[in-house]
């Protein structure tokens, strides 16, 4: 079985400012993806990134940043200096190879920038 | 041009209907989904087809019957509608049923039950 978990429920952060969100899953799998998307107040669910079990590797897009970490299981994303257009629910998901394309949804921490 | 299209965007009916909400993909995918995300933004995927078969079917009410006429069309019919079905459904497509595959979205359709 696999399991995603978003601790955070909500987060409330002023514009300017670093915020991290936190991903943490569980999979017997080997090998396996990881992802997140954004979930903007327009309602539409856009791909942010994908990471494969094999790449350690943190990333950078701009002002954002991915952490993926085998040892504790976790795949935490950072924006840098917040904006409001930052504004969204954000969801970390799963698929390993033995799911057949199935993604398992994280429960998505809602993000607000405050002008 | 829109990637993944689901029609309608809204959905407002009573309890007892039946109705349809189609998809289509225009990326020449081969695997299409559907998910149901509900009032508290939690995701679950309810099917996926592969050219045209299906693949996942994660013990839906049998109320749900999706049709699949060919890879590029995956419609959902509900029938005997009931309160718990409002939320919004989400159609997404990838290019195979791979692990590796990044599904790609479309905009949601949110059915309301009165």
């Known amino acids: 079985a696999q399991k995603v978990t978003q601790a955070q429920t909500e987060i409330s952060v002023v514009e300017k400012e670093d915020v991290t969100l936190d991903c943490v899953y569980e999979t017997r799998d080997t090998t396996y993806y990881l992802f997140w998307y954004k979930q903007p107040p327009s309602g539409e669910l856009v791909f942010l990134i994908r990471?494969?079990?094999?790449?350690?590797q943190n990333e950078i897009s701009g002002r954002y940043s991915w952490n993926f970490q085998k040892s504790t299981s976790s795949f935490n994303f950072t924006i840098t200096a917040s904006q409001v257009v930052d504004s969204a629910v954000y969801f970390c998901a799963l698929i390993s190879s033995t799911s057949y394309g199935k993604l398992t949804f994280g429960q998505g921490t809602i993000l607000t920038v405050h002008p | 041009d829109t990637a993944v299209s689901q029609t309608p965007k809204y959905l407002v009916t009573q309890m007892g209907n039946d109705k349809s909400i189609k998809c289509e993909q225009n990326l020449g995918h081969d695997t299409m989904y559907w998910y149901k995300q509900d009032s508290k933004k939690f995701l679950k995927i309810m099917f996926s087809y592969n050219n045209k078969e299906l693949i996942i079917n994660e013990t839906v009410p049998n109320r749900f019957s999706p049709k699949s006429p060919d890879k590029a069309h995956l419609n959902l019919h509900i029938n005997s509608l009931e309160l718990g079905d409002s939320a919004v459904y989400f159609c997404?497509?990838?290019?195979?049923?791979?692990?590796?595959?990044?599904?790609?979205f479309g905009d949601g359709t949110r059915l309301s039950i009165l």
């Open positions: 997404a497509s990838s290019q195979e049923t791979g692990v590796n595959q990044p599904q790609h």
């Open positions: 990471r494969n079990s094999f790449d350690e």
